[in-house]
C-alpha cells in the first residue's frame, strides 16, 4: 500500500499536467506537439499551465505525454527551468483515461500529495491559497474545484445540499447542478491505490469521476468553489473564447 499522511504536518506535494492529449480539431495533431502546444494568447497551453502550478508554489510537475508528441513538448519545454519549475517526463502509451494517466505517476509522486491539471483548463482564479491550505491539512483527503456554468449538460457537474458534497454526475440531461467539475484535482498518496479497483467506462477508459465518486462514498472529498472564469479548450470557438478572456486580463 501506499504510504499515507495522516498527521496535521504540511504534506508534501507535487504536480501532475495532463499533456498526452491530441488537438487534431484545433489543428495541432500529436506530430506537432497535440493539444499542449495549442497556443492561446502568445503561449502554449502547456506554458500557462506549468506557470500556473509554479505561481501556486508546486516546483516538480510530471508532465504525461505519449510517444508522438513528446520529442515537440520536451523540445519547448525542456527542464522546466524557464517556467519556474522542475519536469518529468512520464509516458502514456495508450489513451486510456485521466485515472489511467495519474495512474502513471505513482513512482514519481513517490508519496506525496498530488495536483492534477489537465493540459486544457484554463481559469482565472488564483488556486495559491487552495494549494496552501491544502499541504497544511495533509491528510487522506482529494479535492476536487467548481464553477457555475451555462452549459452543465456538456460537463461533469457536483450536486450539493445545504453546501454538502452528494454526488458527482457525468453530463447531466436535464442538468441537476450548474456546478462543473473543472479538470483541476487534490489527491491524497491513497489515490494511487484506489486506481487499480477503477473499471474502464463504456470507451475503454478509467475516468477520473470514477476516482473521485470513490473518496466521495468515504467522506473524503472536499471541495472549493472558484471565481471568475473558466474553460476547457477542446474546440475551435472555445479556443478563440481563452484568447480573448487572457487578453482581457493582461489589460
Request: glycine share 8%; aromatic share 6%.
Amino acid at each position: 500500500m501506499t504510504k499515507t499522511s495522516s498527521d496535521k504536518t504540511a504534506a508534501s506535494l507535487c504536480g501532475v499536467i495532463l499533456a498526452a492529449g491530441a488537438g487534431s480539431r484545433l489543428g495541432y495533431p500529436n506530430e506537432i506537439g497535440g493539444k499542449p502546444m495549442v497556443p492561446v494568447a502568445g503561449d502554449p497551453l502547456v506554458a500557462h499551465n506549468l506557470r500556473r502550478l509554479a505561481a501556486a508554489g508546486v516546483d516538480e510537475v510530471a508532465l504525461v505525454v505519449n510517444p508522438v508528441n513528446r520529442p515537440v513538448i520536451e523540445a519547448f519545454v525542456g527542464s522546466g527551468a524557464d517556467f519556474g519549475v522542475q519536469v518529468t517526463y512520464v509516458m502514456q502509451e495508450v489513451p486510456l483515461g485521466i485515472a489511467h494517466a495519474l495512474s502513471l505517476c505513482a513512482d514519481f509522486a513517490a508519496g506525496r500529495h498530488v495536483l492534477l491539471l489537465l493540459v486544457d483548463n484554463l481559469f482565472s482564479a488564483d488556486i495559491g491559497a487552495a494549494v496552501a491550505q491544502y499541504r497544511e491539512q495533509g491528510g487522506d483527503k482529494a479535492e476536487i474545484f467548481l464553477l457555475p456554468v451555462p452549459n452543465p449538460q456538456d460537463y461533469g457537474v457536483a450536486v450539493l445540499q445545504d453546501n454538502r458534497l452528494q454526488a458527482l454526475v457525468e453530463k447531466p440531461k436535464p442538468p441537476v447542478s450548474n456546478l462543473a467539475v473543472i479538470g483541476l484535482y487534490l489527491y491524497p498518496p491513497t489515490a494511487f491505490d484506489y486506481i487499480p479497483s477503477l473499471v474502464p467506462s463504456a470507451r475503454g477508459e478509467l475516468e477520473i469521476t470514477d476516482l473521485n465518486s470513490l473518496f466521495l462514498q468515504q467522506g473524503l472529498l472536499n471541495y472549493q468553489l472558484l471565481d471568475g472564469w473558466w474553460l476547457d479548450v477542446g474546440t475551435p470557438e472555445r479556443l478563440a473564447e481563452a484568447e480573448q478572456m487572457l487578453k482581457n486580463s493582461r489589460k
